[in-house]
């Protein structure tokens, strides 16, 4: 099992080491205190539209229920962490502390991401006067725990922001599928690590279960059944363990259907997209020894936003389990090759046999005329 | 189709041939040949395409996604003789040929066999004398009419699935998932492509080998 927490690993631990040794100090501001008013919806300020130039009102509201399932909240970043400009408040003010705060820079803790932006496309827009922030795309108090996104969250909340991926990929058949099933930078980010994720999804409630849903419904923890279901131990949910668990399923009434989709690892490199390197070898992914799909994991999010993980082995997106994903020649059931080859080799001694025979009785065909004739 | 029909149609025939082609009888109208050469050609390169398409790692004919787009086009254009087929069978009533005699079919079934299986080795005449009106034997009747009524049909409706997926979901999900339709349409192909060699193959069982093959392209089988 594979926990996700999507900190930048180093980094993110010493800021939580930091973040419980403050308040020690004394001298931590908790985010409760910027909640007293960021957490009224009526907080705006006045300001100016950077584009525009016109006077706007920019909300101030922070949303707690929305931050508290953040990434950053689950990993333990508190307000002050970002807005480190901030060391004090002052509530005799009116604003109890500076009014116009710095920009707060993303790279200083994703540092690795950062720089994988430089060398993009994203950052070279900037000679173009166009400046992309980071929050641009992922916005900045809400961002989310992504690994077990969809790729229809995924690409709602980034890409089609800007891009409406039809007015390009005329070239590429079945567009719509695509789009659907495979996250943007699974090609636009070449070097990026992917994986198939795969999630059980209820027709009756055309819903996906979550883990505490299905914890519900079996009426067992979840973490026992995933123990349950991985026999052997091995860490890798094998064919046999997945009829296992899904007869488990059927058991309690559950007649799933395992939705896949190819998605791309939350990682640096994703940033990584660049003009003209994007992947549009068809091969590359139709082809059953394709490295797209040497990856394969089950993903469940549990009620506070972390998901867990578990990997599966490959063979089992060729079962018809798998029902609703099919990659052209990438994830194809071997056992119908075999069948096929059967079909054609068996036609085919048909074929010789009756012609090998057909040659072989000539001389009787011919005795037979002259006799008749 | 009863026997008193079989000589009618017979009759008919051989005024009209002695007409236009000595010991030559016109078995095979214009609008029949048509369908059937387009659908070879559609066939074969169907089967092609489709080899490609599925053997990307084996295969090197040509790129992926022109295999992709010609395949749906060629589907397209095969479809359309489909329809070119049914219209004319249906609207000229000859689509009787295709349905067999009750009656008759299991005993005239086994007797083509025991011909293509021995029969023909020793010179014995075939069983099945071609007329306008019969132009199929027993075994010829039932694999024609499962394949044009049943079996083609399927590959059909599976390969117009395929080819949107995302517009026909709601369609796929009925039938069980893309993977259900995708085995449909695989086994179908591997059936048409074994159907294609045997049928090649039992086309040179004619008078001379080639016989039958030039009689599909001028309608005149020769009369024995």
Redesign the interface.
């Known amino acids: 099992m594979k926990r996700k927490t999507g900190a930048p690993s180093v980094l993110g631990l010493l800021l939580i080491m930091l973040c419980c040794l403050w308040p020690l100090a004394g001298s931590a501001i908790e985010n409760s205190e910027c909640l007293d008013c960021h957490g009224d919806p009526d907080l705006t300020k006045e300001s100016t539209d950077n584009i525009l130039n016109t006077e706007i009102t920019e909300s101030l509201y922070v949303d707690e229920d929305r931050f508290n399932r953040s990434v950053h909240n689950i990993n333990g970043i508190t307000c002050v962490d970002c807005h480190s400009d901030i060391e004090e408040l002052n509530y005799d003010e009116e604003v109890p502390h500076k009014k116009e705060l710095k920009h707060v820079v993303c790279a200083s803790c994703h540092e690795e991401a950062g720089q994988d932006f430089k060398d993009s496309v994203h950052m070279k827009m900037r000679t173009k006067g166009v400046t992309m922030t980071c929050y641009a795309c992922h916005g900045y108090h809400y961002v989310r725990q992504m690994e077990g996104a969809s790729v229809t969250e995924r690409e709602n909340s980034i890409c089609l922001k800007c891009h409406n991926p039809y007015q390009f990929h005329q070239?590429?058949?079945?567009r719509?599928?695509h789009f659907?099933n495979v996250e943007c930078v699974v090609c636009h980010a070449p070097d990026v690590p992917r994986h198939i994720n795969l999630k059980i999804y209820d027709?009756v409630s055309n819903s996906y279960y979550d883990s505490s849903r299905l914890s519900k419904v079996l009426g067992i923890d979840f973490d026992q059944l995933m123990r349950t279901v991985d026999k052997n131990g091995d860490d890798v949910i094998d064919p046999s363990e997945f009829d296992n668990l899904v007869l488990l399923l059927k058991q309690k009434n559950i007649h799933p259907?395992f939705h896949a989709e190819l998605v791309a690892d939350i990682s640096s490199i994703a940033h990584h997209v660049n003009r003209g390197t994007a992947q549009k070898t068809?091969?590359k992914c139709?082809?059953?020894?394709s490295p797209y799909f040497n990856s394969v994991q089950v993903v469940f999010t549990h009620d506070d936003g972390t998901v867990d993980s578990y990997k599966v082995d490959r063979a089992v997106l060729e079962t018809?389990y798998?029902?609703?994903?099919?990659l052209?020649?990438g994830t194809?059931?071997k056992l119908?090759d075999r069948?096929?080859l059967l079909?054609?080799i068996?036609?085919?001694c048909?074929?010789g046999m009756?012609?090998t025979?057909?040659i072989l009785?000539i001389p009787?065909?011919k005795k037979?005329?002259e006799e008749?004739s | 189709m009863s026997s008193k029909s079989i000589e009618n149609g017979h009759h008919l025939h051989k005024g009209a041939a002695t007409m236009a082609h000595e010991g030559m009888i016109y078995i095979h109208p214009a609008p029949v040949r048509v369908w059937h050469w387009i659908n070879a050609v559609g066939f074969v390169l169907l089967i092609l395409t489709g080899f490609q398409i599925r053997y990307a790692e084996l295969l090197h004919l040509m790129p992926l996604g022109d295999a992709i787009t010609l395949h749906n086009y060629i589907g397209f254009v095969v479809i359309a003789d489909y329809f070119l087929w049914l219209v004319y069978y249906i609207g000229s009533g000859r689509i009787r040929i295709y349905i067999p005699d009750l009656r008759h079919v299991v005993t005239m079934a086994i007797k083509q066999a025991v011909y293509y299986g021995y029969g023909y080795f020793i010179g014995r005449p075939n069983p099945h004398k071609m007329t306008p009106d019969n132009k199929f034997n027993a075994m010829q009747q039932q694999a024609y009419l499962v394949i044009m009524l049943v079996l083609l049909p399927a590959q059909m409706v599976t390969g117009v699935l395929l080819w949107k997926i995302k517009g026909y979901g709601e369609y796929i999900n009925l039938l069980g998932g893309i993977k259900v339709v995708d085995t449909i349409h695989v086994l179908l192909f591997f059936f048409f492509t074994a159907f294609l060699m045997i049928h090649c193959y039992l086309a040179t069982l004619g008078h001379t080998p080639l016989a039958h093959f030039k009689a599909m392209f001028t309608g005149y089988e020769e009369e024995h």
Do not use: D, K
């Not at chain 1, 070239?171 to 079945?174: D, G, I, K, V």
């Not at chain 1, 139709?286 to 020894?289: K, P, T």
């Not at chain 1, 798998?322 to 099919?326: E, G, N, R």
């Open positions: 070239w590429l058949p079945a719509s599928s659907s027709l259907v068809c091969q139709h082809s059953a020894n018809y798998v029902s609703h994903f099919y052209l020649g194809r059931m119908m069948i096929g079909i054609l068996g036609s085919a048909v074929v009756h012609l025979a057909r009785t009787l065909r037979n005329e008749t």
